[in-house]
């Protein structure tokens, strides 16, 4: 079977934009799930709908892929994912280490869905000389001071890192100088990279941090929303309406001046 390191896939030469390389992912997943329940076509509409996209940019993405469809019939599921699986490359062996075996390390290694995607946990790396040895997920744990042999020997070119944010760059130094061309970045900080290396970057606290202000944001319009019902419950009141003043507003001592002198 071949392996990552020989083989690369053909999105950037065949003009792909990054964003519809982003949204690829979400179209596999949904039609590999119509695929488990043997729906022979879909169309753009309920894909699109799956994806959690528009249809229109659905169709966009599809173009770059030579897909079109068939009007009154909708696209071929189990072409469509030969056919993203191939752009993605994962129609071929990818071998990756990670690197940092503490609880979310441990838990990567035993995640079984990446096997099923096309990849292969072929290394786990952690700093610590105590872990050595130790079995995660079927798989010895291994010291960096073997780090550029493991990746030599293994063939990687994934890399994912799951270090503290300091060991972080370091790491990845390392590496990129033993031939790793992509990293997952877990570690909460930016790394630099030379040319010619990609960083894929997943911060769950800026995940967290975005729905705050989400949640934040819906407080505030529900708020608003109260408080506009509530005077609209004052206008039904026998109370007299407030005398609107040429200062714009009504204090318990009189007029209150709009802007208070200083």
Not at 54 to 81: C, I, M, P, Q, W
Not at 180 to 195: C, D, G, R, Y
Request: with cysteine; glycine share 10%.
């Amino acid at each position: 079977m071949a392996t990552g390191r020989t083989h690369r896939p053909a999105t950037r030469s065949r003009g792909i934009p990054e964003a519809t390389v982003a949204r690829l992912p979400l179209y596999l997943r949904a039609l590999t799930a119509l695929s488990e329940r043997s729906v022979p076509t879909v169309s753009s509409e309920e894909l699109a709908a799956a994806a959690g996209v528009n249809s229109a940019k659905l169709r966009k993405d599809f173009s770059y892929l030579g897909s079109y469809g068939t009007r009154g019939v909708g696209y071929d599921v189990e072409y469509l994912v030969y056919q993203i699986s191939r752009e993605l490359g994962l129609t071929q062996d990818w071998p990756v280490a990670i690197v940092g075996i503490g609880n979310l390390g441990a838990a990567l290694a035993n995640y079984g869905g990446f096997a099923s995607r096309g990849f292969r946990v072929a290394a786990l790396i952690d700093a610590d000389p105590a872990m050595a040895g130790t079995p995660v997920a079927g798989i010895a744990v291994q010291h960096t001071d073997d780090l550029d042999r493991i990746i030599s020997d293994n063939g990687v070119s994934i890399g994912v890192i799951t270090t503290p944010p300091g060991a972080a760059q370091q790491v990845c130094d390392r590496l990129v100088a033993a031939g790793v061309t992509s990293i997952l970045n877990f570690a909460p900080t930016v790394l630099s990279v030379p040319e010619g290396v990609d960083v894929r970057k997943v911060d769950l606290s800026i995940e967290l941090q975005i729905l705050a202000f989400h949640e934040q944001r819906k407080a505030g319009e529900e708020a608003a929303a109260d408080g506009r019902a509530g005077v609209d419950d004052d206008a039904d009141s026998d109370a007299p309406p407030m005398r609107a003043t040429p200062t714009g507003r009504k204090g318990p001592d009189g007029d209150m001046p709009a802007v208070m002198p200083a």
